[in-house]
């Protein structure tokens, strides 16, 4: 036999399997969709049971937790972002405070922190009125105005009240006294 005929007949049995093949093949996509659809025809005709068994329950409980969790750092990212962002904020506004500071320390280049004692009067709603006291201890002190820095404040007691030996009673006053000021 010759190596054409060999050839020849090798070619013609391998068209002849890959054709089978081709057949085979065919057949089976055939017999699975059959059976696929016989399956799903036979699942749907079944009734349902609407009782969920145990694991099933256990099963959705879980899924529900897991979504939970999921929800929750969903919630704590979006915060953080908007955590970062505010912080951002917050810094643009301390320097620009910052800055506002210095510049008004720089406009009162005159001004000093005093000492003293002054009596802070009654406002007519009763409350203390230390920038009077703050002004008029600035004023003793040679300055124009001023701010309070520090106040003290203190119970005033007639002396029968500390002879008797208590340290405060229905006749003691509180009196706050400016202590320190800023003075320009």
């Known amino acids: 036999m010759s190596l054409h005929q060999y050839l ?36 749907e005709a079944r009734p349902r049971n609407n009782d969920p068994g145990f694991l099933e329950s256990i099963g959705r409980w879980f899924e529900e937790q897991g979504d939970k969790i999921s929800s929750t750092f969903k919630d704590a990212g979006k915060k953080v972002e908007t955590f970062g962002h ?36 009654n406002a007519p709603n009763g409350a203390p009125d230390c920038v009077a006291a703050a002004t008029a201890l600035c004023k003793a002190k040679g300055f124009e105005s001023g701010k309070s820095a520090d106040m003290t404040t203190a119970d005033v007691c007639p002396a029968q009240v500390y002879l008797s030996g208590r340290s405060s009673g229905p006749v003691c006053k509180t009196e706050t006294f400016v202590s320190r000021a800023l003075c320009q």
């Open 86 to 121: 505010e912080a951002g904020v917050a810094a643009k506004s301390t320097v620009e405070g910052a800055k506002d500071a210095a510049g008004a320390v720089a406009r009162i280049p005159v001004a000093r922190v005093v000492s003293g004692h002054e009596k802070c009067p």
């Open 8 to 43: 020849t007949r090798t070619l013609s049995t391998e068209r002849q399997l890959a054709s089978r093949a081709t057949r085979a093949v065919a057949g089976l996509l055939v017999a699975g969709f059959v059976m696929a659809s016989a399956m799903a025809v036979a699942q």
